[in-house]
């Protein structure tokens, strides 16, 4: 059954209103069965998970309901030649989008960094006095919903998160309006990869080393693959003429090297994600130095610096919630 493309962007526009109306009802319905606090964090991180899967499709759909193409005398919706753009139903449907365009594309990113920002003294429960035990668990039900979004980042890059949603909107969405396949587009998708990527580098936002080398790593194949294609469409565009044997040599070789590259980087992510292949991953420097010299340890367990490691390592793996990490917050005060 064909669905005309308009209709299927207004259902898409629809998904997160209607996600958030079944998350509701269902909070509604359990909290006849369960504590207010526990149903409000289930459906809170619930939310969030969903909000985060949808928003690569979301953005992709408005930039693509607003990209025409010049026809003769009329502009036609690219996606759908049997509508003309700025006319009758898809007028609508461009204010429509347009208004979409702040609300997700904008809103959910810009909205992310407000409410971390505007919560960052709940952020992290290591840095809260544990006498205060109002705002200890305050930390602990804004962690449980909103955790995913900053506890992988070290305490000065928990809005980090925010841009990569950006990049995310930027590669996916805003490239849509750039000619498909031209020259312009695989250059405006490399000049927001490799941006990307140097940001990347200078902050090395994670708080695992093991996390920033992967993200380097999968940022650098990024940029390769955006390279690699940009490389093939301008010696295509450029012909045969202007470039020599030793230029064509010089071409493959490079190109073979960066190919090589990217199926090397490609195949490392995927053995490293296999449990059996754990011990490929990147380790932490401060962990092999414990482990392996037994008075380094010692000394390492009595710095506070370490000990703020060691509990901010047990909450991101236990839980602030969990026995594990109240145990070891006991012990540290």
């Not at 759909?61 to 030649?81: E, H, M, P």
């Not at 700025?86 to 609300?103: K, N, P, R, T």
Request: proline share 4%.
């Amino acid at each position: 059954m064909y669905t005309p493309f308009l209709k299927q962007a207004a259902f898409h526009m629809s998904l997160l209103p209607l996600c958030i109306l079944m998350i509701a009802f269902a909070a509604i319905v359990a909290r006849c069965f369960q504590k207010q606090r526990v149903v409000k964090e289930r459906a809170g991180s619930m939310l969030v998970t969903i909000v985060f899967l949808l928003y690569p499709g979301i953005v992709t759909r408005v930039f693509t309901t607003l990209k025409c193409k010049q026809i003769g005398a009329k502009s036609y919706l690219v996606a759908d030649y049997s509508v003309v753009c700025w006319e009758g139903e898809h007028a609508e449907y461009a204010l429509a989008m347009a208004v979409f365009s702040v609300i997700y594309v904008v809103g959910i990113p810009l909205g992310t960094g407000v409410l971390l920002h505007l919560n960052r003294t709940l952020l992290y429960p290591e840095n809260i006095d544990a006498k205060n035990v109002v705002l200890m668990l305050k930390a602990e039900s804004f962690g449980k919903v909103y955790g995913s979004l900053y506890e992988a980042y070290d305490q000065e890059y928990y809005w980090f998160e925010t841009l990569i949603m950006i990049q995310k909107a930027l590669l996916t969405g805003g490239l849509v309006l750039v000619a498909p396949g031209s020259s312009t587009q695989i250059l405006v998708g490399l000049v927001i990869a490799l941006t990307f990527y140097t940001i990347l580098l200078k902050t090395q936002p994670y708080a695992g080393n093991a996390e920033d080398t992967m993200q380097s790593i999968a940022t650098a194949s990024t940029v390769m693959t955006l390279l690699i294609g940009f490389a093939l469409k301008t010696s295509n565009q450029g012909g045969e003429d202007g470039g020599g044997m030793y230029d064509m040599v010089i071409m493959d070789s490079l190109l073979v090297g960066m190919f090589t590259f990217v199926a090397a980087s490609g195949s490392y992510m995927l053995l490293i994600s296999l449990p059996c292949f754990s011990c490929l991953a990147p380790s932490d420097p401060e962990e092999e130095r414990e482990g392996t010299n037994p008075a380094t340890k010692v000394t390492i367990k009595k710095s506070p610096d370490i000990m703020a490691a060691q509990l901010k390592e047990t909450r991101l793996k236990h839980g602030a919630g969990s026995k594990e990490y109240k145990d070891l917050a006991k012990t540290m005060k």
